[in-house]
């Protein structure tokens, strides 16, 4: 397995944001993490990525503990972009691009043509290339979320966890941003809101819901009218999409 947890539980006080949760992402996997707010998605990504420690049960990274793993080598290969990054307002974007390469440098390294070519890589694939000299208080919200996620590119990661990505983008750089990270050789954990992205960009769906998983599976299995009107408050048709045969859901008034 890529990532895995096993039981695992993270409380503010004696409340259980995660509730005793386990998963397993196969390398190379791109699972979509839904559920409504305060399911306790965000909260279970940053403890996959390795920002916070769990109360019980443990995480994994090709089988190393994120317990007991040095910061820096968790760092080198998991890369997370939060959905409300902030960064240095006085940098430009190229600066803030740089930035995901510093795992891989040790204090005396000079900057060597890999880093080069994994910071050129991630502006061409995340459309910023020719935002590269602008300085970050120009951008608009959009742009911004395209120069961080062109950062956590730029790390090289192995595993990529992204925390509701699309937030920010116009309906084409959502579709884009979504269809560059399902084809990317890397496994991918991402935080999704729209249910419809999710059933076309991600391999396996894992639904939430007050800090314990509801529903686990691929999107067919996953994304049914009785689950979206269980978790979701909803009521919607599924049905498959003659475009690409993936769910497409239909809401109801």
Same mark, same amino acid.
């Given at each position: 397995?890529?990532?895995?947890?096993?039981?695992?539980?993270?409380?503010?006080?004696?409340? #259980?944001?995660?509730?005793?949760?386990?998963?397993?992402?196969?390398?190379?996997?791109?699972?979509?993490?839904?559920?409504?707010?305060?399911?306790?998605?965000?909260?279970?990504?940053?403890?996959? =990525?390795?920002?916070?420690? *769990?109360?019980?049960?443990?995480?994994?990274?090709? +089988?190393?503990?994120?317990?007991?793993?040095?910061?820096?080598?968790?760092?080198?290969?998991?890369?997370?972009?939060?959905?409300?990054?902030?960064?240095?307002?006085?940098?430009?974007?190229?600066?803030?691009?740089?930035?995901?390469?510093? *795992?891989?440098?040790?204090?005396?390294?000079?900057?060597?043509?890999?880093?080069?070519? #994994?910071?050129?890589? #991630?502006?061409?694939?995340?459309?910023? =290339?020719?935002?590269?000299?602008?300085?970050?208080?120009?951008?608009?919200?959009?742009?911004?979320?395209?120069?961080?996620?062109?950062?956590?590119?730029?790390?090289? *990661?192995?595993?990529?966890?992204?925390?509701?990505?699309?937030?920010?983008?116009?309906?084409?750089?959502?579709?884009?941003?979504?269809?560059?990270?399902?084809?990317?050789?890397?496994?991918?954990?991402? =935080?999704?809101?729209?249910?419809?992205?999710?059933?076309?960009?991600?391999?396996?769906?894992?639904?939430?819901?007050? +800090?314990?998983?509801?529903?686990?599976?691929?999107?067919?299995?996953?994304?049914? +009218?009785?689950?979206?009107?269980?978790?979701?408050?909803?009521?919607?048709?599924?049905?498959?999409?003659?475009?690409?045969?993936? *769910?497409?859901?239909?809401?109801?008034?």
């Amino acid at each position: 397995m890529s990532v895995a947890a096993e039981n695992v539980t993270w409380k503010i006080g004696s409340r #259980a944001i995660v509730d005793d949760v386990s998963l397993h992402v196969h390398p190379g996997e791109t699972l979509g993490l839904l559920g409504p707010n305060g399911s306790g998605k965000t909260s279970l990504l940053r403890l996959l =990525a390795g920002l916070r420690q *769990p109360h019980a049960g443990r995480i994994t990274v090709e +089988g190393m503990d994120l317990r007991t793993t040095r910061r820096r080598l968790i760092a080198k290969r998991v890369a997370f972009v939060e959905q409300h990054a902030s960064t240095n307002a006085g940098l430009k974007v190229i600066d803030v691009v740089t930035l995901g390469r510093f *795992p891989h440098r040790s204090l005396f390294s000079g900057w060597s043509d890999t880093d080069q070519t #994994a910071v050129e890589t #991630a502006l061409e694939r995340t459309g910023i =290339a020719d935002k590269r000299d602008s300085p970050w208080q120009s951008l608009s919200g959009g742009e911004k979320q395209r120069v961080h996620i062109a950062r956590a590119l730029a790390q090289s *990661p192995r595993e990529l966890i992204l925390d509701e990505p699309t937030n920010h983008l116009d309906i084409h750089h959502q579709i884009g941003l979504l269809k560059l990270v399902s084809e990317l050789p890397v496994t991918s954990i991402i =935080a999704l809101h729209d249910l419809n992205h999710a059933a076309m960009f991600c391999d396996r769906l894992l639904v939430m819901r007050a +800090g314990r998983i509801a529903a686990e599976g691929r999107p067919e299995e996953v994304l049914t +009218g009785h689950l979206l009107r269980e978790v979701f408050a909803v009521e919607a048709h599924v049905e498959p999409s003659r475009h690409h045969g993936r *769910p497409h859901i239909h809401y109801l008034p």
